[in-house]
């Protein structure tokens, strides 16, 4: 079993959603991503998305694109984001990491050496943003056999019949894409966003975490009433761009400030 049934348990007794971050493996250097990752859980984070960066994405908005380039030009790699995870997990052996990216990248890793790596660096799950369910078998098979959730994403446009196809096989939690598009693009409201967790848990009783277009602590609050998980990415990516200098280099600050930031999400993902 990965961390995630734990931690999701954990927050049920406790009565609140999770809170989930995103930020880029790599961005905007190796350092700087593994200082802001490994401050994660004490600025609030109950689970953390890493991005395996990717220089084709379909899903990402501008924000997590440039993220992932600056991520590549400093020499991120999936070698690197499995060798990011490692190293947290010498100080933290509790929060659930899910890497989150595209499927290229781990078909060229090689898909059983990538589940096996993957595992034993202290990854939890795997959220493979175009790999649709009829063809994530030849994943998930060897995922689930190294202890790894496969997360899969439901978005406004799945219908009853599609969502039952979605949650048969996905494990650790599922992923609701609060609004049809790109991350960081437009916001959803949470009355619509609850009515769509309200309806996705008539076909399933892993959690739903709720992702893209939340920006704003107040924002984070109002979702984390109506689902398990609040997700935010592209906010917290653009306070780590918004430090970088002309030349994309992260000064002192960049971590403290991106995490600061979290911690004002998180405080309100706990009052909601």
């Known amino acids: 079993m990965s961390r995630l049934p734990k931690t999701f348990e954990r927050l049920n007794r406790e009565k609140r959603a999770a809170f989930i971050t995103f930020i880029t493996g790599g961005d905007p250097d190796f350092e700087t991503s593994l200082k ?55 100080d933290d052996q509790e929060t659930p990491i899910v890497l989150m990216g595209y499927f290229n990248p781990v078909y060229t890793y090689g898909i059983e050496s990538f589940s096996t790596d993957a595992a034993e660096a202290g990854v939890d799950g795997l959220i493979i943003v175009d790999l649709p369910p009829e063809e994530d078998e030849e994943l998930r098979g060897p995922a689930n056999t190294a202890g790894l959730d496969v997360v899969r994403l439901i978005t406004p446009t799945s219908d009853d019949e599609r969502i039952q196809t979605i949650v048969d096989g996905a494990s650790g939690f599922v992923y609701y894409v609060a609004v049809a598009g790109i991350t960081g693009a437009q916001s959803s409201t949470a009355q619509i966003a609850g009515d769509a967790v309200q309806r996705i848990k008539k076909h399933t009783d892993l959690p739903v975490a709720i992702g893209f277009g939340i920006r704003t ?20 990516v653009e306070t780590i761009a918004a430090d970088l200098d002309k030349n994309g280099k992260a000064s002192v600050e960049t971590a403290s400030k991106t995490l600061e930031f979290v911690k004002s999400l998180a405080a309100g993902v706990r009052s909601a």
């Open 217 to 236: 602590q107040e924002q984070a609050r109002e979702m984390a009433k109506v689902c398990d998980a609040a997700v935010v990415g592209s906010a917290i």
């Open 36 to 90: 802001i990752l490994k401050g994660l859980p004490a600025a609030g984070a109950d689970i953390i998305e890493l991005g395996m960066p990717f220089t084709d994405p379909s899903a990402d908005g501008p924000s997590i694109d440039k993220a992932a380039q600056r991520a590549l030009a400093s020499g991120g790699s999936l070698k690197n984001t499995l060798k990011m995870v490692a190293e947290f997990r010498h």
